[in-house]
């Protein structure tokens, strides 16, 4: 059973912008807690941006002011949009979803691990 499938990466230069997506389904689509994740090979998953059942969002350090985080409740998709790109942004971006109902911390200081649901991920590369 499908649950997450992201969409929306590719190769941009420096400056540019992009917009993912990760669609929902099952018990996946009814999680408090939603994310995203990036990761470079050899070096740990990094939380990058979270959006919880009210719409609160959360987004690292590293791209605030930059990314944002935005969901379609009728469609079961979560987005991420990033401006700005910067060759460090370069990763495999991976939707993530907590697969329950519970309120909990939900921001994206949050480790991989608390996360039970993921998707196959989607390649973003920014050039400089």
């Known amino acids: 059973q499908v649950q997450l499938v992201e969409s929306g990466g590719g190769s941009v230069q420096a400056g540019g912008s992009l917009r993912l997506s990760c669609a929902a389904s099952g018990d996946a689509s009814i999680s408090y807690c939603m994310a995203w994740f990036r990761h470079v090979p050899g070096q740990e998953r990094e939380g990058v941006a979270t959006i919880d059942r009210d719409g609160t969002t959360t987004v690292a350090e590293s791209v605030k002011g930059r990314f944002t985080a935005s969901k379609d409740d009728a469609r079961d998709i979560l987005y991420l949009n990033m401006d700005r790109l910067k060759p460090e942004d370069t990763a495999m971006y991976y939707c993530?979803?907590?697969?329950?109902?519970?309120?909990?911390?939900?921001?994206?200081?949050?480790?991989?691990?608390?996360?039970?649901?993921w998707g196959r991920g989607t390649q973003v590369t920014v050039s400089s």
């Open positions: 993530a979803a907590d697969g329950t109902q519970d309120r909990h911390k939900c921001d994206a200081s949050v480790g991989p691990d608390e996360y039970r649901y």
